[in-house]
């Protein structure tokens, strides 16, 4: 089931911030973040395992509230740089497939002008 | 990018025609995936494998089958192309819960 995704898209100038949001309805084990530009593939940002853990990569953290199935990307100062596609991706154990199965959000669309 | 290639890069084809797509990694890792990208849809995952001649379905698997006959190398077949099937595919490689590091992917286009 994907999880979805709000805002759908957001325009910032440099220097503001932002908050990407991520919900599911479905226990989860972990949360990916991903960003991808145009024309290029989805690059990795970071993951937070369940237990509510915060992690941070330069301007850009994450948190994950394991009670509520959420996970928020903030972008602090955004930099030109940051424009781009945001996905999160929801990982959770999969009984059928005797897996765990990783289901990407429809994204957030993220411009940072100038 | 190192350790992942798909190919073609760009494909043009009819409606009915068979389409294979190949991924090759380098990386060793145990699993791989293929997902679909449209405008509105995000990944959407078709098929994955996490292991030689061991793969599942994802969410949007008709249509397609796959193979994997050797670690490095994870194919993804159309047998009778549709336009439904118009897409950007991407290739991701992954071991245990690291991170996806997906290919450039191929874009497809069925005329």
């Known amino acids: 089931q994907q999880p979805v995704q709000s805002p759908q898209a957001v325009i910032l100038r440099e220097g503001e911030d932002a908050v990407i949001n991520c919900s599911s309805s479905?226990?989860?084990?972990?949360v990916h973040w991903y960003r991808q530009k145009h024309g290029e593939a989805p690059v990795f940002l970071m993951i937070l395992l369940k237990g509510g853990e915060q992690k941070g990569h330069d301007k850009i953290s994450a948190s994950f509230n394991e009670k509520k199935q959420q996970s928020s990307l903030y972008l602090t100062a955004s930099q030109l740089s940051y424009s781009g596609t945001y996905f999160c991706g929801t990982e959770r154990w999969d009984s059928g497939a005797g897996s765990y199965q990783l289901t990407f959000g429809k994204g957030t669309k993220l411009s940072v002008i100038p | 990018d190192a350790g992942i290639t798909q190919s073609p890069r760009h494909k043009v084809t009819e409606t009915g025609t068979p389409v294979t797509l190949r991924c090759h990694q380098t990386e060793n890792h145990r699993y791989m995936y293929w997902y679909r990208q449209d405008p509105g849809h995000g990944l959407r995952l078709i098929h994955y494998s996490y292991g030689v001649k061991d793969t599942d379905k994802g969410e949007v698997s008709d249509g397609y089958s796959v193979s994997r006959s050797k670690t490095e190398d994870f194919l993804l077949t159309l047998e009778s192309a549709t336009s439904s099937q118009t897409s950007v595919y991407f290739c991701?490689?992954?071991?245990?819960?690291?991170?996806?590091?997906f290919g450039n992917g191929t874009r497809l286009t069925v005329t």
């Open positions: 991701a490689i992954r071991t245990g819960n690291s991170p996806l590091h």
């Open positions: 479905k226990a989860l084990y972990s």
